[in-house]
């Protein structure tokens, strides 16, 4: 049963990068509500969820565009936007609002190219969710969400699919009280 939930959730999450990059954003409101759907929310939370984590995709191209304009306040507006979007779906899902503000830094410094401070922030989102007792846990699925990020950058679906399944096969082990992934 794992496995095949893990191989599900992962082929949505490879979907969403693709979905995002099409600029597909129906299209990813509707993978991450079934994301969600899988994980055993309400059809209601799971669809505000998915198209939260759709506006923060749309929110994040918005804050890059103005980083490109070398407006660095407009483009720190659209991160915190990014953070407020990502803490309701938190809300939604009845998780601690802990996490979002992770994610929305190593998406920002995944687009600076601060490699460093990207892999702190995917750990902490993890390392909050999943607790410190699940240490070891945490820090695979950093590296699981790295090596998907650098192969998504490639365009290698393949691979990129295969990532998100060994990303979700590790995190369904621990069963978590907070899934760490918000999109």
Do not use: C
Not at 38 to 51: D, H, I, V
Not at 54 to 76: C, H, I, R, T, V
Not at 105 to 122: A, E, P, S, V
């Amino acid at each position: 049963m794992n496995e095949t939930l893990a191989a599900t959730l992962g082929e949505l999450q490879a979907q969403i990068y693709w979905l995002h990059d099409a600029l597909e954003f129906t299209e990813l409101a509707s993978a991450a509500a079934t994301i969600y759907m899988k994980l055993g929310y309400t059809q209601y939370s799971a669809e505000t969820a998915g198209n939260l984590i759709s506006e923060a995709y749309q929110l994040s191209d918005d804050a890059a565009n103005a980083q490109q304009a070398g407006d660095f306040d407009k483009e720190m507006q659209f991160y915190h936007q990014v953070k407020d979007k990502l803490t309701q779906v938190e809300t939604i899902l009845g998780y601690p609002t802990s996490i979002a503000i992770h994610q929305m830094k190593w998406w920002m410094y995944f687009r600076h190219k601060q490699k460093l401070q990207t892999i702190i922030h995917l750990f902490l989102q993890h390392l909050k969710a999943a607790g410190f007792i699940n240490l070891l846990t945490a820090i695979k699925l950093t590296y699981f969400l790295m090596k998907i990020g650098r192969v998504h950058k490639s365009r290698d679906t393949e691979t990129t699919k295969h990532n998100a399944i060994r990303y979700w096969t590790e995190l369904l082990k621990i069963k978590p009280p907070q899934y760490p992934y918000l999109g």
